[in-house]
Each structure stands twice: as structure tokens, then as C-alpha cells.
């Protein structure tokens, strides 16, 4: 199987290649649009600013081949938000794969710290990404935006208010918490991702 890494202005791009290797794969990692039209699967991964990533797929064309692409397609952290269609993160406009806008959080009491950074419970699944799961369980986030809930919401969670933990339109898929970093029950969502 190939599966195609997006190479882009994002971090924590290696953690998630060291995961698919756990899981028998050694992905690529590129922005070469041939390389990414012709994978298997693809995979917006990474921790970044949703302007200067915007920025980068734009002058090197990749937004288009995104949006076009046909077989599975996982995004990560700010892979998510940069499916959604606009990003208060330097007011910035997304490839619209999700029409769902990126809102910061805000906190309400002193309690409330942004970046949101921890585990943090999961629910309320509804697609192939969460095969075999539980009702609820435990991953890793972190992050300063969220998505809020809509029809494109495939589980859920909640810190200062429900919002949205993944996504799904047609063969894009989007996970806001860091499956690479959330133990075997992120290796579980990488696996199922790769059988989809």
C-alpha cells in the first residue's frame, strides 16, 4: 500500500510516519502532486498555523489537488482545520472540503487554559474510522481552535463546549486530536483508516 504524507509548513510530521511504521507501512513523504494523486492513501498530519500552511499548498498548487483527490484522505490537528472552509487562525481561508469554520476557543472562567493540551474523552461515533470501539475512550489533543458540531461530525468531545473531534465528507476523513500520540487507541484509528 502507499500512502502519501503531505509534506507542508506543519510539525510533529515524524511521529506520525514512526506510527505507520508500528503498523507495517512506510509511508512518503512529499508535496510532489504526482506522488500524492497516485497513493493509496493520503494523510494531512501535523501541528501548525493555518495562514503560512494555507499559503504554502496554495503557491505550490496542492489545494487543488487536494480537494480532487479520490481515495482515502485522513487529516490531522491542523490538517482537519485546513479542510474546513475558512480559519479565524490569521483569518484565513481553507479548502472548503468541511463547509465548517474554524472558531478559536474562548475561555469562560480561569480554569479554561488555551492551547487546550491533554487527553481527553471521545464519543458519540459514527463511521468506519471508529470500528470495533467503545462507547467512549481517551486521546491526545492540542490545540488553540476547534470545529463545532454539524452534520460532517463523526465524534465528539468537549472542553469549554461540545465541539467537533472528527470528520467525514465522502472520502475525506479528519481527526482534531493527534492519533499518533494517543497510544494504541490512535493506533486503532490509524489502522482503521489504512482498511478503509
Same mark, same amino acid.
Given at each position: 500500500? +502507499?500512502?502519501?504524507?503531505?509534506?507542508? $509548513?506543519? %510539525?510533529?510530521?515524524?511521529?506520525?510516519?514512526?506510527?505507520?511504521?508500528?503498523?507495517?507501512?512506510?509511508?512518503?513523504?512529499?508535496?510532489?502532486?504526482?506522488?500524492?494523486?497516485?497513493?493509496? +492513501?493520503?494523510?494531512?498530519?501535523?501541528? %501548525?498555523?493555518?495562514?503560512?500552511?494555507?499559503?504554502?499548498?496554495?503557491?505550490?498548487?496542492? /489545494?487543488?489537488? @487536494?480537494?480532487?483527490?479520490?481515495?482515502?484522505?485522513? %487529516?490531522?490537528? @491542523?490538517?482537519?482545520?485546513?479542510?474546513?472552509?475558512?480559519?479565524?487562525? %490569521?483569518?484565513?481561508?481553507?479548502?472548503?472540503?468541511?463547509?465548517?469554520?474554524?472558531?478559536? !476557543?474562548?475561555? $469562560?472562567?480561569?480554569?479554561? $487554559?488555551?492551547?487546550?493540551?491533554?487527553?481527553?474523552?471521545?464519543?458519540?461515533? $459514527?463511521?468506519?474510522? !471508529? +470500528?470495533?470501539?467503545?462507547?467512549?475512550? !481517551?486521546?491526545? !489533543? @492540542?490545540?488553540?481552535?476547534?470545529?463545532?458540531?454539524?452534520?460532517?461530525?463523526?465524534?465528539?468531545?468537549?472542553?469549554?463546549?461540545?465541539?467537533?473531534?472528527?470528520?467525514?465528507?465522502? /472520502?475525506?476523513?479528519?481527526?482534531?486530536?493527534?492519533?499518533?500520540?494517543?497510544?494504541?487507541?490512535?493506533?486503532?484509528?490509524?489502522?482503521?483508516?489504512?482498511?478503509?
Amino acid at each position: 500500500m +502507499k500512502v502519501a504524507i503531505l509534506k507542508y $509548513k506543519a %510539525g510533529n510530521i515524524y511521529s506520525v510516519i514512526n506510527s505507520l511504521r508500528r503498523l507495517g507501512i512506510d509511508p512518503i513523504l512529499t508535496d510532489d502532486i504526482q506522488e500524492i494523486s497516485s497513493a493509496d +492513501k493520503v494523510i494531512l498530519p501535523g501541528q %501548525g498555523e493555518a495562514r503560512s500552511v494555507m499559503n504554502y499548498l496554495n503557491s505550490h498548487n496542492l /489545494n487543488k489537488v @487536494i480537494c480532487d483527490l479520490h481515495q482515502p484522505v485522513l %487529516g490531522i490537528c @491542523i490538517g482537519m482545520q485546513l479542510m474546513c472552509r475558512h480559519s479565524e487562525e %490569521g483569518n484565513t481561508d481553507c479548502l472548503d472540503i468541511f463547509h465548517s469554520d474554524v472558531k478559536r !476557543f474562548i475561555a $469562560k472562567s480561569h480554569y479554561d $487554559k488555551i492551547p487546550a493540551v491533554g487527553w481527553n474523552e471521545i464519543s458519540n461515533f $459514527k463511521s468506519p474510522l !471508529f +470500528k470495533n470501539f467503545p462507547e467512549k475512550d !481517551f486521546v491526545y !489533543f @492540542i490545540h488553540s481552535y476547534y470545529v463545532p458540531i454539524s452534520d460532517y461530525t463523526i465524534a465528539s468531545t468537549n472542553y469549554i463546549l461540545p465541539y467537533s473531534a472528527a470528520l467525514n465528507y465522502k /472520502n475525506f476523513y479528519a481527526v482534531q486530536f493527534h492519533p499518533e500520540k494517543s497510544g494504541n487507541i490512535g493506533e486503532k484509528i490509524l489502522s482503521n483508516f489504512l482498511s478503509i
